[in-house]
């Protein structure tokens, strides 16, 4: 099955293009719009602080697990696990993943949406004429509300995903990254400058990095390890996927080490963009889930040059957005391609349709199925939590006690020295004891203290 479909499968181009790829992925709407409003709600600096070590100590050895995986199969990742471990259970690892996609693009797709429409909305300048966050709260209400409306950017969102997947591999997902990601890094760095340079600055940049303990409990680090995860693409294997893609020549290690890099340097440098701004302007930091779409515009509209900055800000979130659904797009087609024998044309314009049906009644949880609520929650929340706080978790302990003890530290070692590539001392034997005994014990508690009542 793999060689027969390696021709509709394609591989990067070149390792600068994985590397992007597989950040683009990784940072989407969980950097710019997720973490910025968990560290306003979780108390700034500390929370940082234990998110940077959720990072490098769990998501780290996982995404190396991962890509490990990816390559040595050249498969998806119902295919990975089913060549290393042939009738096992732990096939079940890979279809959870490919649910798990299928599920998280089905919502991701829907805010997706809301920030193509504050692009277009910023440009008209609609979303620029606030005197208060009270306001751009309503607007932003008005808007989600409406079915029409939101239904047609959440279609646009998915219709752009398709378009760039359709062209696969290397001349899609990789040549849209390369452009891309940069891009995305140097507006970040213009913004960085805007806001900090605004009277009052200084205050957010204090509540930012200045880490007060007294504000962490263990919920909070239950929440600041499950946006390791989100922002990480693990868990659903995403990164076996795209590590599927990578040729033996690749040095997986530190590959791995810039993916991680890279995003968190974006989630560190949008707090950057953020905090300031929002200080500045004498707002509150704990605004939750509105406080890019409702609180910004506010800040916009009273900021010199304010609708330049707007437009640049929602363009950024939507091209993150985009690179990260391409991602949870490409999970899916690839097992229709590899497993099924589907030619991509015709896996990426069915899965992309369903995804974006199974979508829209999660677009249409703030308006016309508002009300519909079973247990006190709507469609949309019910797919984002089964997603996020059970597949996720579930499937990144899996895949760590996987690698760790059924296919084997040492089979993994051989995979990642291919091609003269050395695993150095103690980066090798740290990662071994990781994989094995830290990553899947303290995923296993994130996931029974979210499971027990
Ligand atoms: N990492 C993406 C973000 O931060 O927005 C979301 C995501 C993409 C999660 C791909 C999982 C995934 F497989």
């Known amino acids: 099955m793999k060689t027969e479909n390696n ?3 394609g591989f990067w181009g070149s390792r600068l293009g994985f590397i992007l790829a597989a950040s683009g992925s990784a940072i989407g709407l969980g950097n710019v719009w997720k973490f910025p409003y968990i560290v306003g709600e979780n108390g ?14 769990i998501g780290t050895p ?3 697990a991962e890509f490990t995986l990816g390559r ?4 998806n990742p119902v295919g990975a696990f089913a060549s290393l471990k042939p009738k096992s259970s732990f096939i079940g690892i890979g279809y959870m993943g490919v649910l798990a996609g299928f599920l998280i693009l089905s919502f991701y797709g829907v805010v997706g949406g809301w920030t193509i429409a504050y692009v277009v909305k910023s440009v008209t300048g609609s979303v620029l004429s606030f005197t208060s966050p009270k306001e751009a709260g309503a607007f932003f209400g008005n808007f989600i509300s409406n079915t029409g409306e939101t239904l047609f950017y959440h279609a646009l969102f998915m219709g752009v995903c398709i378009a760039i997947v359709l062209r696969g591999i290397h001349g899609g997902i990789e040549k849209a990254c390369n452009i891309l990601m940069p891009t995305l890094v140097l507006f970040l760095f213009l913004l960085m400058i805007r806001s900090l340079t605004l009277d009052g600055a200084m205050e957010g940049v204090a509540f930012y990095l200045y880490p007060d303990f007294s504000k962490i409990n263990g919920n909070t680090v239950l929440i600041a390890l499950g946006q390791a995860f989100f922002s990480l693409s693990l868990g659903m294997g995403c990164m076996i996927t795209y590590g599927s893609y990578l040729s033996d020549k690749e040095n997986l290690t530190s590959s791995t080490f810039y993916v991680v890099i890279f995003d968190t340097m974006i989630a560190l440098l949008v707090g950057m963009v953020i905090f300031p701004a929002v200080f500045a302007m004498g707002l509150e930091p704990a605004e939750g889930p509105s406080l890019v779409f409702s609180v910004l515009p506010t800040v916009f509209t009273s900021m010199p040059m304010g609708h330049v900055v707007a437009v640049i800000f929602f363009t950024l979130l939507a091209i993150a957005a985009i690179t990260s659904g391409i991602s ?28 974006f049906i199974f979508g829209v009644p999660s677009g249409l949880s703030f308006g016309a199925m508002a009300d519909i609520k079973l247990a006190g929650m709507t469609f949309f929340d019910h797919v984002d939590n089964i997603a996020s706080n059970y597949l996720l978790p579930l499937g990144g302990m899996l895949t760590a006690v996987f690698v760790g003890w059924v296919w084997g530290t040492k089979n993994a070692h051989e995979e990642i020295e291919k091609h003269k590539n050395i695993f150095k001392f103690p980066w090798a034997q740290c990662w071994e004891f990781l994989i094995r005994y830290i990553t899947p014990v303290a995923v296993g508690i994130v996931f029974l203290a979210k499971i027990l009542p």
């Open 7 to 9: 021709n509709q499968r």
């Open 44 to 57: 700034g600096g500390a929370f940082v602080l234990i998110y940077l070590v959720c990072i490098f100590i």
């Open 62 to 64: 996982i995404m190396l």
């Open 72 to 75: 040595k199969t050249n498969l």
């Open 328 to 355: 949870l797009l490409e999970v899916v087609v690839a097992y229709f391609i590899d497993q099924l024998g589907w030619q991509r044309k015709k896996a990426v314009l069915i899965v992309g349709l369903a995804i």
